[in-house]
């Protein structure tokens, strides 16, 4: 770690500290009995509680490279997982074939980045990024603590350089979409916020018409969904309901905690190509 990293280190740190201590997770973990068939997250999350080890105890130490990253340059990015007395938490279950998954949005949720840090020990990862334009950006660290259930941690952080127009987020009446020569549809049983709601994507050749059935696993499993809420407060876990699915639907579950806009968005590979999906709606 260079010095300049120690710089930023010292505000992150203490806007983390003041945030927890504050009492307010701005992040929704909705990992839990509710869902069924996640085994591995309902066991670990059984024996939280047994001592110090919850989830508020946990945080997510982000620091930059640089104090003014800018848009449209490489910015390292490092994620300390601690405990609240800043000691490392060294082991972290894989979870989707990852210890850690960054998700990185910008605040208009237009911006949407998926990528995974590489695994340093003793619970610190890194990775260079860019960002695509000047302005706020949340990044969101998604893990499991052994023991503990999946959890999300998150950093508020200004990109300088020339912003990008603000983009309004507005719900989609209609949910289809075709995205590198996919036609995919978004549907749900029930859209209903507090309750669990299976959403279901359907994925066709955009010229052919044709259903794909052949989807590859993408991190474990026949996609991987992320859900945030219009002003990124709210983080959602989302959980495919067959995983071994290859199309042409692939079917997840959430809930959504309260009601109001929310964006989607779908990620799937299909030969060898990772293509992501974004929908914008609204939860009445
Ligand atoms: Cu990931």
């Known amino acids: ?31 839990g009995a509710e869902h069924g068939g996640h085994g591995a997250h309902e066991a670990g999350e059984q024996q939280v509680g ?38 490392p938490i060294e082991s972290l279950d894989v979870s989707h074939e990852k210890k850690l998954h960054l998700i990185v949005v910008s605040k208009d949720l237009s911006y949407f980045n998926h990528i995974h840090p590489e695994d340093k020990g003793k619970g610190a990862f890194q990775i260079s990024t860019q960002f695509p334009a000047g302005g706020e950006y949340k990044l969101f660290a998604d893990f499991v603590p052994t023991g503990m259930g999946s959890m999300t941690k998150s ?6 350089g020339d912003a990008a127009k603000a983009v309004a987020l507005e ?26 709601v299976n959403m279901t994507f359907n994925i066709k050749d955009a010229a052919s018409k044709k259903p794909i059935t052949n989807l590859q696993p993408y991190l474990g499993a026949v996609g991987h969904v992320v859900v945030l809420s219009a002003d990124a407060s709210q983080y959602l876990h989302v959980h495919p309901t067959d995983e071994k699915a290859a199309g042409p639907d692939a079917k997840f579950m959430t809930t959504f905690p309260a009601s109001g806009i929310y964006k989607i968005w779908g990620q799937f590979q299909h030969e060898g ?12």
Do not use: H, Y
């Open 50 to 87: 047994a001592g110090a080890n919850q989830e508020k105890d946990v945080q997510a130490v982000f620091k930059l490279s640089s104090e003014k990253p800018r848009a449209k340059q490489d910015t390292g990015v490092s994620i300390q997982i601690a405990g609240k007395d800043n000691k």
């Open 155 to 160: 950093q508020w952080i200004t990109v300088q």
């Open 273 to 284: 190509k990772v293509f992501t999906v974004p929908f914008v709606v609204k939860v009445p």
């Open 1 to 31: 770690m260079n010095s300049k990293m120690m710089k930023i280190a010292i505000p992150l740190l203490l806007s983390a500290a003041l945030l927890s201590a504050c009492g307010k997770s701005d992040t929704k973990t909705n990992s």
């Open 171 to 196: 719900p989609e009446a209609n949910l289809t979409k075709t995205v590198d020569g996919k036609e995919v549809t978004l549907t749900f049983d029930k859209l209903q916020a507090g309750k669990a």
